[in-house]
């Protein structure tokens, strides 16, 4: 019987769970740990070696201790997982063959024993020499599909219609606005330091950005950039913001709630909404969605989006980090917005 190669498989652990926003202290590098280099017979598994991991703000809320979400919670003690990019080692998955590019959810760490059969939105990767293989975790990732069902699905854009989007330079929203621009809308969105508020303008075509953190009146500021009013609000961040496009909507205005990074607990917010009042005589409507709802368009997604990389009509901002044991400070400086772009880290070099 053939050896089977034993290798190191360094892995980033839940440390406890989490009450606010994550600090690096809740994670915890953990060295030791061992893999084979095959995957059992009989398991219909399949190893992988990660190369890529993504950092996305609905991490948080599966760092905490909370059962009743679409998605349960990270165990302490355990690996973290999250969206990846990984090829195929060795395979008892008749789907899956050794050199296979996959995409999904995979661990934190750096062999990943996987199961096609655990609901992990697995797909195969084609190598494309005009896509950077990193941007199947960003703009043809879980990142970019949020845009296209947000938008198309949940804000309905009509030409002409007026948009804001908040964090508006992050993995979501500089997607948003290239779209709604292609789609013929006018375009604003806000970011929170003026070298992003240059990226939105001078990058990534938005008409107008503004650096909310230099706004003492979040309502004034989107008076001024919206004398008519606002027809669609692609909300990514909640509290004072959404409270102050509340003021501003049209009537039978539209805003897709697609996160709230700018609160401080999921748990136990102090910070109510003041201004919902406004959606009744506006006839606005909100809705929060998820990316996997619209899981049947996908394939229409990445047509679309990739004709649109390739013929230059939309363009992509990454912030790149490299190797694991950076993946828990990556993950941490989403809330501070220290990222500019998609919050990516390459944990293997092929």
């Given at each position: 019987m053939e050896a089977v190669a034993v290798v190191e498989n360094k892995q980033v652990i839940l440390s406890k769970y989490i009450e606010g926003i994550p600090t690096e202290a809740d994670m915890e590098l953990k060295v030791g740990e061992t893999i084979e280099l095959r995957a059992p017979k009989g398991s219909s598994s399949f190893l992988v070696k990660n190369l890529y991991l993504s950092c996305d703000p609905y991490m948080r809320g599966r760092m905490r201790d909370f059962h009743s979400s679409y998605l349960p919670p990270f165990v302490p003690g355990q690996r973290i997982e999250g969206f990846g990019l990984a090829r195929v080692i060795d395979s008892d998955d008749g789907d899956y063959h050794p050199g296979d590019l996959i995409c999904g959810i995979t661990g934190w760490e750096e062999y990943s024993l996987l199961r096609s059969s655990n609901d992990l939105q697995l797909?195969?990767?084609?190598?494309?020499?005009?896509?950077?293989?990193?941007?199947?975790?960003?703009?043809?990732?879980?990142?970019?599909?949020?845009?296209y069902a947000g938008f198309y699905e949940v804000c309905s854009p009509k030409k002409g219609e007026s948009v804001f989007v908040s964090a508006a330079s992050g993995a979501v929203g500089q997607l948003v606005g290239q779209l709604a621009k292609l789609h013929g809308c006018y375009v604003v969105g806000s970011a929170?330091?003026?070298?992003?508020?240059?990226?939105?303008?001078?990058?990534?075509?938005?008409?107008?950005?503004?650096?909310?953190?230099?706004?003492?009146?979040?309502?004034?500021?989107?008076?001024?950039?919206?004398?008519?009013?606002?027809?669609?609000?692609?909300?990514?961040?909640?509290?004072?913001?959404?409270?102050?496009?509340?003021?501003?909507m049209k009537v039978r205005g539209r805003i897709a709630l697609c996160g709230m990074v700018s609160l401080q607990s999921l748990s136990s917010s102090s910070q109510g909404i003041n201004n919902l009042y406004n959606a009744i005589p506006k006839r606005v409507r909100l809705e929060g969605f998820l990316q996997s709802d619209y899981l049947h368009i996908f394939p229409q997604f990445l047509e679309h989006i990739k004709g649109y990389y390739k013929e230059g009509k939309i363009v992509y901002i990454e912030d790149m980090s490299e190797g694991l044991e950076l993946v828990p400070s990556a993950l941490v400086g989403l809330f501070s917005g220290t990222n500019i772009g998609k919050q990516v880290v390459r944990i293997a070099k092929e």
């Open positions: 797909r195969k990767i084609q190598l494309d020499d005009d896509i950077p293989l990193s941007y199947h975790l960003g703009l043809l990732g879980m990142a970019g599909f949020t845009a929170g330091s003026n070298q992003k508020v240059d990226l939105l303008k001078n990058q990534l075509g938005f008409d107008e950005a503004f650096n909310y953190k230099e706004e003492a009146d979040l309502d004034a500021a989107l008076r001024r950039y919206f004398p008519e009013g606002i027809n669609i609000y692609f909300d990514n961040v909640g509290g004072s913001m959404l409270d102050a496009a509340l003021l501003n």
